[in-house]
């Protein structure tokens, strides 16, 4: 079945640096890609999603990257601030609608 | 917009007791979603409904876990009885369709079995 690596687990930068956080995928079939934001004490919010008929997304400060040759794609986060400090967890959605979740990864924005 | 509603938000119980958790997705969306979080295991899928009807249960752990969707705007997942190992954050999403549509989770309820 269909499985997703995160990396890294936990991410710490200094505010106003760019950070990335990069996923693979194991199931060529998949075709829609969302980001989520968790904050403590809530529930995965969507932040920004791609389909497999787009290599790049941007949202502000937000921008995902698909390859689907290699099958991974990729967050990245411009201009950190202290409130983009969170988990943060990839997902490829396989055949049926099933979302398949990375392990997360933990970023703080230090001030 | 009111979003995915799930109650109760907290539930602390003794093992063995029956646990019934709450959720009312997105007016207007179509497909349901039962997920739990463990540190252990992150983020898993127990079971999903689309348009009222079971689709994919293959996640539920046990046959102590059931799952219900009597309407297009209700939702339960039971645990009878319940275990310790039970203990976790149970989330809900909601989304338009399957396939390419986002998922939209409510807040989770966290529950600890004594």
């Known amino acids: ?111 | 917009d009111a979003g995915v509603i799930q109650s109760p938000r907290h539930e602390v119980t003794e093992m063995g007791q029956e646990v019934t958790l709450r959720c009312k997705p997105i007016s207007g969306h179509n497909s349901l979603f039962w997920y739990r979080q463990t540190m252990m295991r992150g983020l898993e899928l127990l079971i999903y409904f689309n348009n009222n009807v079971p689709i994919d249960d293959s996640g539920m752990p046990e046959d102590r876990f059931s799952a219900k969707m009597p309407n297009a705007s209700f939702s339960t997942l039971k645990i009878q009885p319940s275990e310790p190992r039970d203990s976790a954050v149970y989330f809900c999403a909601s989304s338009l369709a399957l396939g390419k549509q986002p998922q939209h989770f409510g807040d989770g309820t966290r529950l600890s079995i004594l």
């Open chain 1, 1 to 111: 079945g269909e499985n997703v690596e995160q990396h890294p687990s936990t991410l710490s930068v200094q505010e106003g640096d760019s950070a990335v956080i990069k996923c693979t995928y194991s199931d060529s079939a998949s075709n829609y890609f969302p980001w989520y934001k968790q904050e403590l004490g809530k529930g995965p919010q969507l932040i920004i999603d791609i389909r497999s008929n787009v290599g790049e997304k941007k949202d502000q400060r937000i921008a995902v990257t698909l390859n689907k040759t290699a099958k991974h794609f990729s967050l990245h986060i411009t201009e950190t601030q202290p409130e983009d400090s969170a988990v943060y967890f990839c997902a490829a959605s396989i055949q049926g609608g099933k979302l398949i979740f990375g392990q997360g990864t933990e970023l703080s924005v230090k001030p």
